[in-house]
Nanobody
Framework: QVQLVESGGGLVQPGGSLRLSCAASGFTFSAYAMSWYRQAPGKERELVAAISSAGGSTNYADSVKGRFTISRDNAKDTVYLQMNSLKPEDTAVYFC????????????WGQGTQVTVSS
């Protein structure tokens, strides 16, 4: 079965760092663009960062640009989100998403990992 399993979330103080990981299985990871989304209480899900299937192109939300870095290791079927200089407004459930590069039809989601930024 297709699985996306996020890990690395937790409680961190403002200004701190976390690295999220998303381990993929059950599909051809290298053929999929990968993204991180987040959803805060009372707010809609938003795109945080995206990376192309080969890792050659990345995109970031304006709110995280310069602080977050998305990367992938196709040999390990894993995508990462390095989060630095965390702010309270970064608090959300972070979801991993896989999208088939050749078509938007195939689209998979992880269950999410909680990130809480608080002092």
């Amino acid at each position: 079965q297709v699985q996306l399993v996020e890990s690395g979330g937790g409680l961190v103080q403002p200004g701190g760092s976390l690295r999220l990981s998303c381990a993929a299985s059950g599909f051809t990871f290298s053929a999929y663009a990968m993204s991180w989304y987040r959803q805060a209480p009372g707010k809609e899900r938003e795109l945080v960062a995206a990376i192309s299937s080969a890792g050659g192109s990345t995109n970031y939300a304006d709110s995280v640009k310069g602080r977050f870095t998305i990367s992938r290791d196709n040999a390990k079927d894993t995508v990462y989100l390095q989060m630095n200089s965390l702010k309270p407004e970064d608090t959300a459930v972070y979801f991993c998403n896989a999208r088939y590069s050749a078509s938007d039809y195939w689209n998979y989601w992880g269950q999410g990992t909680q990130v809480t930024v608080s002092s």
